[in-house]
């Protein structure tokens, strides 16, 4: 059954099996690598990505679900010319370390900019409460989503 959404700006149409999930769909034939598996159970943010601007895990939702809808991915943010300003921020304050998690948190930090454009730490630290970072970057990571934040990350 063929579904068609928007991914990061573009028209795209991806016949799938029933029961595929958005994540299949976007690191299958659509070929991302952004959007990663994890947990598989909506618990870790690694698959991260944002539906109609809303940050959502894509590993259990099915692919039907962004039939007409706006996805987006670590790949709509920006491009190595042109960084969006929290991999900017990202970089700045080396905030990755093994980088698995981050395509996700990166995902739902834009979302929570778009949301509150001058976030506290206690917003940021709530908007990413559902990351799991095993290697300790969590403090850097605040600290870049606030440096974006003061350098006006655009919508």
Known sequence: ?????????AAVEVKAPEGMTLLQALRG???LSGPRFGCGQEACGSCMVTLDGEARPSCTLPLEAAAGRAVGTVEGLGTPEAPH?????????QAGQCG???SGILVSAAALLRRNPDPDEAAVREALEPHLCRCGAQNRIIRAVLRAARVGAPA
């Open 100 to 102: 698995w998690c981050l």
């Open 1 to 9: 059954m063929p579904v068609a959404f928007t991914l990061n700006g």
């Open 85 to 93: 300003p929290l991999q900017a921020a990202f970089l700045a304050e």
């Open 29 to 31: 034939p659509l070929g």
